[in-house]
């Protein structure tokens, strides 16, 4: 197997030195009622070609463009990811290396990681940022555990509008700690009733999405006047980072944590994950974040140099005491994010934001003028909320058959929503494969 | 020290990304635009992000030169205990880059994405094969999120029984993330102190499960590299009172095809596909933590859940008992896809090479350093071995000193001061995937740094001394945190 280098010899001449005779002596501690006799049911080896093969069939039975036409956002983007992002990315001093635990040993990834804190809390106009979270929905609930930690409270209010599936995972994370959680309905905009908040007393934090699961742009700042006016904190989602090139900051707005999703700025969507977990707050909180810290700090002889910081939150030194379990993050794709943050520029990011915007508003546009409803008239950013003539479901059903996935039916997650569709646009899309979709429709 | 192991090399200075750049420059190629311009209302915008503006030389020398300042498992022998740092085949990130996958969305009907659901099937399969457990979640992002789902299904589990217990029985030799993520779902920690010889002894077990503990939580083998023989005594008594016992199973490297944790009273237990299963570390993540239970414990695993019927997947939700979502998707689908090419590239024979080779090297290593390095437990290890730096007291040199010293030397530095039971721990889990002369290397190395210790102390003090940095203050950046530029 070509990667066990022991020849027999080697493995012979190791065996002598340690003081045994065969392989199997190796598990003298390991008591015979423990032992699995048998040989695993797996498939037989395969040599590196078939390997290739059989998993390029598979990967041949998925539908992507350009053979598909996916009009599919809802927290997974495709966005053009330049050449520059996935070769220095696959650099194997990146890759194959463990969390900076060394960091003489690894400032690579630790200016990486510092630089990407930088950004991310430049984009979103916060103070700080962590190292990485798993993902969007993961970082809300962290962001939400934080917020309980830092006001003494134990009940939050989530969006209705915010992502249905980061609502179950928040859940999941709250359903074994006795905090409770409440849920803020949308209004007839599709924006959420921020009237609301007022009336819920107690509330360690209240969490909305901008732009919203319908691609709807919250008022973020009266969100966070409501809740601060109550004494909660406000936590700020997002799944789709890049509006922040064009639209105003959650920072600028009031939000004393952020948390969302990072995979369109450089990530490739497969199939869901590994994505990326940002998570940023206000310097006060700083002490509370969930997860890693890259800091700047000096060498002996007056350096600069970076190194993972504030420990004494994290599980390896506080273990049932700490701010989170989380231990590996998702480093590799915040160096991506940095790495297409740092491509873009502030020139480029607003550039490209606007122009996302600007052809979701003409597919909008288009959609609205051959007959089909636009459920939310405010103004929206990439995704939007749509019906059908002839009915959504029918009509996407029969699309697929075309090779065109006409955004994700809403019926299953808001049965208000049965018949409506989320359809997202990106800068991929070409003004053709829209007008094919509109010529589509009205067919 | 030998003139083999590393040169003064040229180590370029870069700057940060904000101190490079001109306003106006961009390293992106800018799709033209077909759409008319369409402005959103002025009160909704921003003036956008305060990035540098760079040209794509600038941004590929950037990371080029940060790359260089690096240190992979690619660069060299890197024996990180309890972190398994094998060799990541090429071939996996070739495969993972694949179109089909790398630009499949999530949410894509079933129909249109049968060859992913496939592979995740498949992959759970194997998974339940080699730990001898009955169903699989792969949704876990790491082992620490996998230990948290574990957790919720202990939790769901007991809730189900009509009564909800409190405590859960952690060993010394655990892991940070154990006691973090039981903490997560309400349980208190019960510390399990180790016994004599290094390993979990059952009257202690007996006299600490009572009726109001959820379970156990144990790392098999243990972060000492032991194997805890008295495992299905202990799960016997665990589950005679009612507990659920949990399997850490970050160090599967040394039992694979020898040992089935399903078989000797494991009910649940994660993998950690960065360390066991192949695929690459990144500095830090991503990884994946996919869990495996017992079958009566599957109805509780997270959904959605891959089912097939007359060979058609489909993705499916009605499962009520279910913990829930524990990520957005369907988990690191990137990860996973290496750790089933690893699996296929191994075979079943190749697994069982595998924890033998690994078992093996880590004993070489161990009879190459015991009699300089004092060991925690004198007895055989299996896939990592543990010293201590007490034989350094009295020349005043710690691990911390001896771990940094290797650097110049060329290795990476073992896990140090881990496990906690051991004081001034030097863990090293050297994998299957080195070879007998690189080990030698580190053997040498290693000999030579402990020589060192007791002639020319200063030396090792002054350690590392050929990185892009000298020794960086950890104190100070701690004390007045500078987390952004
Ligand atoms: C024994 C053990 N358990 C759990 C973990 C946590 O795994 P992860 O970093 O994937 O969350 C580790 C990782 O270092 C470990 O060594």
Redesign the pocket.
Known sequence: MRYLPHTDEDITNMLGAVGLKGLDDLFAAVPGDCRFEGTLDLPEAMSEWDLERHIGRLAGRMAVSPEYNLFLGAGSYDHYIPATVSSLLGRSEFVTSY?PYQPEMLQGTLQGIYEYQTLTARLLGMEVATASHYDGATALAEALLMAVRITGRKKAALSRAIHPHYRQVVRTYFAPTGYELLEIPCLETGLTDIDRIGEIRDLAAVALQSPNFFGCIENVQEAADRAHAGGALLVSGFTEALAFGLLKSPGSQGADIVAGEGQSLGIPRSFGGPALGMLASRKQHMRSLPGRLVGQTKDRDGRRGFVLTLATREQHIRREKATS????NNSLCALAAAMYMASLGRTGIRELAALNHDKAEYLKNALQKAGCTIRFSGPTFNEFVVGFPGGFDALHRRLLDRKIVAGLPLGAHYPELADYGLLCVTETCSREEMDRLVREVVS | MSETLGTTGLILNEPLLWERGKKGRCGYSMPAADVPQNLLPTELTGDGPDFPDLSEIEVVRHYTRLSTWNFGVDTGLYPLG??TMKYNPKINEKLAGLRGFAAAHPLLPSVLSQGALRLMFDLERFLAEITGLDAVTLQPA??????LTGMLIVHAYHQAQGKQRTKILIPDT??G??PASAALCGYAPVPVPSGPDGILLPEVVAGLMDSETAGIMI?NPN?LGLFEENIREIARIVHDRGGLVYG?G??MNAVLGIVKPGEIGVDIL?L?L??TFSTPHGGG?P?A?PVAVRKDLARFLPIPRVVERNGAYELREDFPESVGRVLAFHGHFGILLRAYAYILSMGPDGFKQVSRLAVLNANYVREGLKDVLHTAYDRPCMHECVFSDQNQHEAGITTLEMAKRLIDYGYHPPTIYFPLVVHGAIMIEPTETETKEDLDGFIEAFRSVVREAGENPEVIREAPSRCKVKRLDETAAARNPCLTG
């Open positions: 969390t379990n989380i231990c590996s | 309890s972190c790491a082992g620490a999120q996998g230990e655990a892991h993330t154990n790392t972060t850490d970050a160090n994660h950690n960065h360390k993540g990884g933590g």
